[in-house]
């Protein structure tokens, strides 16, 4: 609830223009997380959770992941590097991009998976409350004009390193037989050789979500850019608030069912998905009719334009719950790693290609449209494959 807080001074103190800039660097850093994210918060939860009690196998997974993050943050760091010198829109904006970086070293040392994989998730529930408690503080604090907007992503950066810090320290606290030690190169590697399909597919997966905002930012003015994003930015937080913890609480005891009975599984996984339906249908038909309504309460009058755009992509949240329970809960549970990469590689390269095509013709419209028949499309990938799988089960 707190982003539904910050948004509306956010917006409005820093206008349309520089609320798109913002918006546009929080999209790169995403790029960046995934690199030194890589695969793990899948791959290694379902590792732990299925080496429950024996605390030298979770050593050795929890020291393996850490220190392979560590060098996937140096290998992002140097591409970050790159782009600042190379891209335009990087270099135009070197300053806000730099403040914004922290967020992804922050996320290379936030050891999410191994609180998931053994179901001990009140700590990351309460860290991140108290991410978003300090980033909404700090936020009314030091944003006060428009020319402020280059410190919105070093609070939201700053905020994750400073929280992921103070997770990491308390590890051995709530966890006395879990070690961090260097573990040699070879673990090293093959934890990074193993994820690489799930890594490619998450990947993906931002190009098929978040990749128009990133493309619209070479062709369209930085207010246009304001006004997509702001259409989506009620979208991209009703899909972290219903499916983030689903992620975390559901996936693992999914996992956990799987081995146990199939059958409970898939009357488990249908009932997920009929209750996941009822509240994005909800939402979406909310967001759909009272548009306008919304944009103005939380935006403010500039940001009216962006209505029909909302209008437009609401129905994605409805949408992404067959796509995150037959993909994510269903395909990934099977560990149908491979077919998973293909999905969503197909997903990401379709939309990735609709999106360069149509974005300088059509503008934020187009990118909109495009957006919502990128999740239609991989929903339909998702059931279609889940179904075949499940056929081959029984």
């Given at each position: 609830?707190?982003?539904?807080?910050?948004?509306?001074?956010?917006?409005?103190?820093?206008?349309?223009?520089?609320?798109?800039?913002?918006?546009?660097?929080?999209?790169?850093?995403?790029?960046?997380?995934?690199?030194?994210?890589?695969?793990?918060?899948?791959?290694?939860?379902?590792?732990?959770?299925?080496?429950?009690?024996?605390?030298?196998?979770?050593?050795?997974?929890?020291?393996?992941?850490?220190?392979?993050?560590?060098?996937?943050?140096?290998?992002?760091?140097?591409?970050?590097?790159?782009?600042?010198?190379?891209?335009?829109?990087?270099?135009?904006?070197?300053?806000?991009?730099?403040?914004?970086?922290?967020?992804?070293?922050?996320?290379?040392?936030?050891?999410?998976?191994?609180?998931?994989?053994?179901?001990?998730?009140?700590?990351?529930?309460?860290?991140?409350?108290?991410?978003?408690?300090?980033?909404?503080?700090?936020?009314?604090?030091?944003?006060?004009?428009?020319?402020?907007?280059?410190?919105?992503?070093?609070?939201?950066?700053?905020?994750?390193?400073?929280?992921?810090?103070?997770?990491?320290?308390?590890?051995?606290?709530?966890?006395?037989?879990?070690?961090?030690?260097?573990?040699?190169?070879?673990?090293?590697?093959?934890?990074?050789?193993?994820?690489?399909?799930?890594?490619?597919?998450?990947?993906?997966?931002?190009?098929?979500?978040?990749?128009?905002?990133?493309?619209?930012?070479?062709?369209?003015?930085?207010?246009?850019?304001?006004?997509?994003?702001?259409?989506?930015?009620?979208?991209?937080?009703?899909?972290?608030?219903?499916?983030?913890?689903?992620?975390?609480?559901?996936?693992?005891?999914?996992?956990?069912?799987?081995?146990?009975?199939?059958?409970?599984?898939?009357?488990?996984?249908?009932?997920?998905?009929?209750?996941l339906l009822g509240i994005t249908g909800s939402i979406s038909l909310g967001l759909m009719l009272f548009s306008?309504?919304?944009?103005?309460?939380?935006?403010?009058?500039?940001?009216?334009?962006?209505?029909?755009?909302?209008?437009?992509?609401?129905?994605?949240?409805?949408?992404?719950?067959?796509?995150?329970?037959?993909?994510?809960?269903?395909?990934?549970?099977?560990?149908?790693?491979?077919?998973?990469?293909?999905?969503i590689v197909i997903g990401g390269l379709v939309t990735l290609f609709l999106n360069v095509l149509f974005i300088?013709?059509?503008?934020?419209?187009?990118?909109?449209?495009?957006?919502?028949?990128?999740?239609?499309?991989?929903?339909?990938?998702?059931?279609?494959?889940?179904?075949?799988i499940k056929q081959r089960a029984i």
């Amino acid at each position: 609830m707190l982003p539904l807080i910050t948004i509306p001074y956010i917006s409005r103190t820093i206008g349309v223009s520089n609320y798109g800039l913002v918006e546009y660097a929080t999209v790169a850093m995403l790029y960046f997380i995934s690199i030194v994210e890589y695969s793990f918060n899948t791959t290694s939860t379902r590792k732990i959770a299925a080496s429950q009690n024996n605390f030298d196998k979770i050593s050795f997974i929890y020291s393996s992941v850490f220190f392979a993050r560590i060098v996937l943050l140096f290998f992002s760091s140097v591409l970050f590097m790159l782009c600042l010198f190379l891209i335009p829109e990087f270099k135009a904006e070197y300053k806000l991009m730099l403040l914004a970086y922290p967020v992804v070293i922050g996320w290379a040392i936030y050891p999410l998976f191994l609180f998931q994989g053994l179901q001990e998730l009140k700590v990351i529930a309460i860290g991140n409350f108290t991410l978003k408690l300090l980033a909404t503080a700090l936020i009314f604090l030091v944003i006060n004009t428009g020319a402020d907007y280059i410190f919105v992503a070093a609070i939201n950066g700053g905020s994750q390193l400073l929280i992921s810090i103070c997770i990491l320290i308390y590890v051995p606290f709530k966890f006395k037989q879990v070690r961090l030690y260097w573990p040699t190169w070879k673990p090293i590697k093959v934890s990074i050789y193993e994820g690489r399909f799930i890594f490619t597919s998450d990947f993906f997966n931002k190009i098929y979500s978040m990749g128009s905002v990133f493309i619209a930012g070479f062709y369209v003015s930085p207010a246009n850019l304001g006004l997509y994003a702001a259409g989506m930015k009620l979208i991209v937080v009703g899909k972290n608030f219903i499916f983030q913890p689903l992620v975390g609480a559901l996936f693992p005891h999914l996992n956990k069912t799987f081995k146990e009975s199939k059958e409970a599984f898939f009357k488990q996984l249908n009932r997920s998905l009929f209750l996941l339906l009822g509240i994005t249908g909800s939402i979406s038909l909310g967001l759909m009719l009272f548009s306008k309504v919304l944009i103005q309460l939380i935006f403010g009058a500039e940001y009216i334009e962006a209505a029909p755009l909302m209008t437009i992509m609401a129905p994605i949240l409805f949408i992404s719950s067959f796509v995150h329970i037959y993909l994510y809960q269903g395909v990934l549970t099977f560990r149908k790693d491979r077919v998973y990469l293909g999905l969503i590689v197909i997903g990401g390269l379709v939309t990735l290609f609709l999106n360069v095509l149509f974005i300088p013709k059509y503008g934020v419209e187009g990118a909109a449209y495009i957006r919502v028949l990128g999740e239609l499309f991989l929903a339909i990938l998702s059931f279609l494959t889940f179904q075949k799988i499940k056929q081959r089960a029984i």
